[in-house]
């Protein structure tokens, strides 16, 4: 089954607006987390990711935050643009395997 | 630099034909994997290898087999499809087994009739 799985399966956003995206993981001793952009038609991409030693790592207009503590963590997107539509999926690193969530689609409203 | 190339981007095949996704990188990366995704679901690992020679089972290996001769090449085969493996399949490779940055191929459409 399913180790991470995503809040909401969709999200609509003014542009220009802020998008949080959030993850729940079921193992506590998960400590590696990776979040993944993916427009239609194409492949998967890699965004940012995380360890479990650090709370918060940030990057270009995006920023992973992680609570170790209720096991969650979320993608927030700095002024949405048009462009940031598309499915987002958290994944865990698990030894040599990556466990990806469901998936939210995010639409960006002009 | 093309990346992650597969190939065919789209096949239909008849219940019990057999055929062989093609996947080919050219950043000498050592661990390359197989994905399949369905709708309204995420990602579920088939077959991964960690280098030439070496493979290993995923979540959902059933009715796939997969070899890794070269470095470049990781291709996926199906022996006897069935229309439950009617899937977009992606493969993907990256740098070292344990980062979780992944570079995915474009995607192969598969309709088993």
């Known amino acids: 089954g399913e180790s991470v799985g995503l809040h909401l399966p969709t999200l609509s956003v003014q542009e220009g607006d802020n998008s949080i995206i959030n993850c729940a993981y079921s193992?506590?001793?998960?400590?590696?987390f990776i979040w993944y952009k993916q427009e239609s038609g194409k492949g998967p991409q890699f965004i940012i990711d995380?360890?479990?030693?650090?709370d918060k790592r940030q990057g270009q207009r995006v920023t992973v935050l992680l609570n170790k503590t209720v096991k969650h963590l979320s993608l927030q997107i700095a002024a949405t643009q048009p462009g940031d539509s598309a499915v987002y999926f958290c994944?865990?690193?698990?030894?040599?395997?990556?466990?990806f969530g469901a998936g939210t689609t995010v639409t960006v409203r002009a | 630099n093309a990346g992650v190339t597969q190939t065919p981007k789209f096949q239909v095949l008849k219940t019990g034909q057999s055929m062989t996704l093609q996947c080919a990188q050219d950043?000498?990366?050592?661990?390359m994997s197989w994905y399949r995704q369905d709708p309204g679901m995420g990602l579920r690992l088939i077959h991964y290898?960690?280098?030439?020679?070496?493979?290993d089972q995923g979540e959902v290996p059933n009715g796939y087999n997969v070899s890794r001769s070269t470095t470049e090449d990781f291709p996926l085969r199906l022996l006897s499809a069935a229309p439950s493996q009617t899937s977009v399949y992606f493969c993907?490779?990256?740098?070292?087994?344990?980062?979780?940055?992944?570079?995915f191929g474009e995607g192969s459409r598969l309709t088993v009739l």
């Open positions: 950043m000498n990366h050592e661990y």
């Open positions: 993907a490779s990256s740098s070292g087994a344990l980062t979780g940055e992944l570079f």
């Open positions: 994944a865990e690193n698990i030894g040599y395997k990556l466990s």
């Open positions: 193992n506590s001793a998960s400590d590696y």
């Open positions: 995380i360890r479990s030693n650090m």
């Open positions: 290898s960690v280098g030439a020679g070496i493979t």
